[in-house]
């Protein structure tokens, strides 16, 4: 085998058709465009592939597609359950006085009361 040369028989027509489409669809607008980010030596960046290296970039691909896809379906984190506040007895005793009363108490004691 000559150096440079590939290593397996070439990719078919409908291989790189999916592979372009694959690298479109992640931003990348060609082979060569996609040479830096997806590691492609000179002659993947010409369009030249095996079947071999077509499969491993698809599979790539589509994984990288699968996990955007997993990241964008998750709306917002779980959060923790809130843990709920222990009342004091006194919390417990105004929280059983009707609104009225209260309302009195905290007037005889100079508040200014107003409805909600």
């Known amino acids: 085998m000559a150096f440079g040369q590939p290593a397996g028989p070439p990719a078919s027509k409908q291989q790189l058709n999916e592979l372009l489409e694959l690298l479109i669809a992640a931003g ?3 082979f ?3 040479r830096g980010p997806m590691q492609f030596n000179q002659r993947q960046a010409a369009g030249r592939f095996t079947r071999q ?3 491993d970039f698809i599979d790539q691909l589509r994984a990288e597609a ?3 896809e997993a990241i964008a379906s998750v709306s917002e ?3 923790p359950k809130p843990t709920p506040q222990r009342l004091t ?3 417990k005793t105004a929280k059983s006085l009707p ?3 209260l309302a009195a108490e905290l007037q005889s004691r ?3 009361v107003v409805e909600p």
Do not use: L, M, N
């Open 77 to 79: 984190p779980v959060s």
């Open 28 to 30: 990348h607008t060609d």
């Open 110 to 112: 100079g508040w200014i």
């Open 66 to 68: 699968e996990f955007d």
């Open 53 to 55: 290296e077509a499969d």
């Open 89 to 91: 007895a006194h919390q």
């Open 99 to 101: 609104d009225s009363v």
């Open 32 to 34: 060569r465009d996609a």
